[in-house]
C-alpha cells in the first residue's frame, strides 16, 4: 500500500487532498504546525504528525515519525497580500522562509530514501499567480515562482533515479484561508498612495462570479501528479487555472 505525506493539512488544499488519499485506499501522513484529530475520518491508514517546515528539528522528527513513504506534497505554505512598499523585509524573509525554503528543507528530507529506492515521487502545490501576475502579491508571486523554477531544475536531476518531482498551480480560491492567512502579515501593507487601488483588488479578490478553484480540484490534481505516469511537469488545478495555462482568460 503507498504512503503520502502531505504538509499543511489542517484546512484548505492539504486537508482536501488528505481527505482524497485516504479515500482512496492510501496511507496518509497528515502534518500540521498544531496538530488536530477532529479534522479528518479516524482510520489506522492515518497519522497525524506534528510538523514546522522551518524548524529543521521538526522535519527531522516528522519524517522519522511518517516512516517510509512514497509522496511527498509541499503544500504547507503562507500568503501576504501587500503593497511591496509596505511589507516589511521581515514579512517577505517569513514568506521565502516557508514557501521556499521550508518546501526545498522538506525536499531534502526525503531524497535520500526515494533515491536508495530509485522510486518516488516530490509534488509542490504552488499558483498560478507565476502565469499571470496579480498586483499586490509581488511578495507571494517571488516566493512560489522560486518553488516552480526549483522543481524544474531537481527533476532534472532526480530522473536516472527514478525519482519524480511534479507542480501542481492552483487558480484563485477564495473558499480557502489565504485571505484570512494574509491578513495577518499586511500591517501597514497599504501605505496611504495604495489604499485607493488596495481596496479594488481586495474586492476582486474575493470575488466568486467569475472562475474559482476548488479545493477538491486541487486535491484531483496532486493525486494525478502523485499517480499518473504519464502526468506533466505543471498541472492546473481548477477552471480558471486551466485556462490561464491554456493561454486564455478564466
Not at 134 to 154: D, I, M, Q, R
Request: glycine share 8%; charged share 15%.
Amino acid at each position: 500500500m503507498h504512503t503520502v505525506l502531505i504538509t499543511g493539512c489542517s484546512s484548505g488544499f492539504g486537508l482536501d487532498t488528505a481527505t482524497l488519499f485516504l479515500e482512496r485506499g492510501w496511507n496518509v501522513v497528515a502534518t500540521m504546525r498544531t496538530p488536530r484529530t477532529d479534522l479528518l475520518p479516524a482510520s489506522e491508514r492515518l497519522k497525524i504528525v506534528a510538523l514546522d517546515v522551518v524548524d529543521p528539528a521538526s522535519i527531522q522528527a516528522a519524517i522519522e515519525a511518517a516512516g517510509p513513504i512514497d509522496v511527498l506534497v509541499n503544500n504547507a505554505g503562507i500568503g501576504v497580500l501587500a503593497a511591496l512598499e509596505g511589507t516589511s523585509m521581515d514579512t517577505a524573509r517569513e514568506v521565502f522562509e516557508t514557501n521556499t525554503l521550508g518546501t526545498i528543507a522538506m525536499t531534502q528530507a526525503v531524497l535520500p530514501q526515494f533515491r536508495a529506492r530509485r522510486a518516488g515521487t516530490i509534488v509542490n502545490v504552488t499558483s498560478t499567480v507565476t502565469l499571470a501576475s496579480l498586483p499586490l502579491l509581488s511578495v507571494y508571486t517571488g516566493s512560489k515562482a522560486a518553488v516552480n523554477a526549483f522543481t524544474e531544475s531537481l527533476a532534472l536531476e532526480l530522473a536516472p533515479f527514478g525519482v519524480k518531482a511534479r507542480l501542481v498551480l492552483p487558480g484563485r480560491a477564495p473558499g480557502t484561508r489565504f485571505g484570512e492567512n494574509a491578513r495577518t502579515r499586511m500591517g501597514s501593507a497599504f501605505p496611504e498612495p495604495y489604499a485607493a487601488y488596495a481596496k479594488g483588488v481586495l474586492a476582486a479578490v474575493q470575488d466568486t462570479t467569475t472562475p474559482i478553484t476548488q479545493g477538491q480540484d486541487v486535491a484531483e490534481a496532486v493525486w494525478r501528479a502523485a499517480t499518473d505516469p504519464q502526468a506533466p511537469m505543471r498541472i492546473p488545478a481548477g477552471a480558471d487555472a486551466v485556462a490561464l495555462a491554456a493561454g486564455g482568460q478564466p
